[in-house]
């Protein structure tokens, strides 16, 4: 039984390889500024958050982004290049890693789940494959099981590369 659950979630994992950064936008409870995902920018440039990718070891992720400050600001931070995150596991149910740089937050007392990305004191990058409660601004979520989740996170640590695809 585990043997063809392993085989399945692979498959899948490989189906998102080929498919590439096909990120949809979500909206959230919390941190929610506007419905649209391409907002106008100064200047007439728009900003269309579904063009954010994150791959995970080598694994183009589907992530539904919340548009807020947090995310905006990243979106202009990523049009200088992309950003590679050296993240480590901790705590048993998250892989934390420094963007290497401040982002604007707007960090509220929140209990993740297992998917969420969020931002913690600005500059620090946690994707969760578990739950924990602290104060984070939330920036998206991972489309994908929680048994997925673990098998792409639930290591002692993995590179995530966020680019504008």
């Not at 901790?90 to 209990?111: A, C, M, W």
């Not at 409660?133 to 997925?148: A, F, N, V």
């Amino acid at each position: 039984m585990k043997k063809i659950l392993l085989v399945v979630i692979v498959t899948l994992l490989l189906v998102c390889c080929f498919t590439g950064c096909s990120q949809s936008y979500g909206a959230d409870e919390q941190n929610n500024i506007g419905t649209n995902s391409e907002r106008q920018m100064e200047g007439g440039e728009n900003m269309d958050l579904t063009k954010i990718c994150f791959v995970v070891d080598g694994t183009p992720i589907d992530v539904t982004f919340f548009d807020n400050v947090a995310t905006r600001d990243l979106f202009d931070v990523l049009k200088s290049g992309e950003i590679v995150v050296n993240m480590s596991r901790y705590g048993g149910f998250e892989q934390v890693g420094s963007l290497g740089r401040s982002v604007k937050s707007s960090d509220s007392r929140t209990t993740t789940r297992p998917g969420d990305i969020v931002l913690y004191s600005s500059n620090q990058i946690v994707m969760f494959f578990g739950s924990n409660t602290w104060s984070y601004t939330r920036l998206g979520h991972i489309d994908m099981t929680e048994e997925e989740l673990e098998f792409l996170l639930d290591k002692e640590s993995v590179r995530l590369v966020i680019s504008l695809g």
